[in-house]
């Protein structure tokens, strides 16, 4: 009967719902930070090595503030990257507890 329901599932009444109106609504405040995190780190090296000195400047030895800069990017994607995959899989259980909801709503 479960499967069955499941078939049958009327996403017009879950998109009305509070709880998955809650949950979309957490979901884009999430992806749209990460976005702004993410663009911005990245068009930040272009603007600060062509318009400015300050990544230039050497760090250690003859290696530049610019290389340290790159490799903190590569960490920091690596992190979101991380960050995203645990935060989706919330989202996920949530999203499970919303259907569930919505089973015994319709029973």
């Known amino acids: 009967m479960a499967g069955n329901l499941r078939d049958n599932i009327n996403y017009d009444k879950i998109a009305e719902m509070e709880s998955f109106k809650q949950l979309t609504k957490k979901k884009n405040s999430f992806l749209w930070t990460l976005t702004v995190i993410f663009l911005s780190a990245y ?7 062509s318009f400015t ?6 760090a250690v030895g003859e290696i530049t503030w610019v290389w340290f800069y790159s490799a903190g990017l590569f960490i920091m994607t690596w992190g979101l990257a991380h960050l995203y995959v645990a935060k989706a899989n919330s989202f996920d259980k949530e ?13």
């Not at 000195?53 to 050497?58: G, M």
């Open 43 to 49: 068009l930040l090296l272009p603007i600060l090595t």
């Open 95 to 107: 999203a499970k507890a919303i259907i569930e909801e919505y089973e015994r709503g319709v029973r």
């Open 53 to 58: 000195e300050i990544l230039h400047q050497k």
